[in-house]
């Protein structure tokens, strides 16, 4: 069974530029979630999909973080316009359902911004 | 509001010598605990749940976890640690029915050969 896959693996760019990043989550997986890790902390739960829909997005900057999930499979994450601090480790995980609690995280997405 | 801590930033332990990682966490209700494993580059892999009954887990990697209410804890051993153990380990509990994971900030371990 193939994992969970992200792309790109890592990403430098100046403030204020916008970057994407994409997430194809496990075959049949329904939940997708994308974390922001900051270096020396815990992920930080950006936003939740269940199917195509938002479950929660309560600590996504939504003046400048933006993700959808169209079709209910894979999705994507963007940054307009970026800051220092969004340098982080951004992970996408999936679950096969609600009430699971079994996330298989992806590799993530490192960003550096100059 | 709900968080985990996990005290040490850092441990190094020689290979072959037991473990303990320790964690701490506030929530109102029944906790649902997790400890995940983060490899230098890789993402997080679950080792170890605890949603009721036993209080002590069993996961992956011969690691286990003991679930203690009066203390809030939910600390991670494994009694003889291997070299590839080296690697960043969260705590974690979930809050709602969701799904939703708070993560504690890492304990990051070395093994010395």
């Known amino acids: 069974e193939a994992g969970v896959a992200q792309s790109p693996r890592y990403k430098i760019i100046e403030k204020r530029q916008s970057v994407a990043f994409w997430c194809n989550p496990i075959?049949?997986?329904?939940?997708l979630y994308w974390y922001q890790q900051i270096l020396g902390q815990g992920p930080k739960l950006l936003i939740q999909f269940q199917n195509n829909g938002v479950v929660d997005d309560s600590q996504l900057p939504k003046d400048r973080f933006s993700a959808e999930r169209l079709k209910g499979v894979d999705s994507t994450l963007k940054i307009q316009p970026a800051k220092l601090e969004d340098s982080a480790v951004y992970l996408c995980?999936?679950?096969?359902?609600?009430?699971?609690?079994?996330?298989?995280f992806g590799p993530g997405t490192r960003l550096t911004v100059t | 509001a709900q968080s985990v801590t996990q005290p040490d930033i850092h441990i190094t332990v020689s290979e072959g010598a037991s473990l303990e990682l320790r964690c701490n966490y506030s929530?109102?209700?029944?906790?649902?605990l997790f400890w995940y494993v983060q490899s230098p580059g890789q993402g997080l892999q679950l080792l170890l749940k605890y949603f009721s009954g036993d209080t002590l887990v069993q996961g992956i990697k011969g690691f286990e976890a003991e679930f203690k209410r009066s203390q809030s804890s939910f600390n991670l051993r494994k009694p003889s640690v291997h070299w590839s153990d080296a690697a960043e380990y969260f705590c974690a509990v979930g809050v709602d029915s969701y799904d939703k994971v708070i993560f504690g900030p890492g304990t990051s371990l070395s093994v010395i050969p």
């Open positions: 995980a999936s679950s096969l359902d609600l009430g699971t609690y079994e996330q298989y």
């Open positions: 929530y109102g209700a029944t906790p649902y």
């Open positions: 075959s049949g997986h329904a939940t």
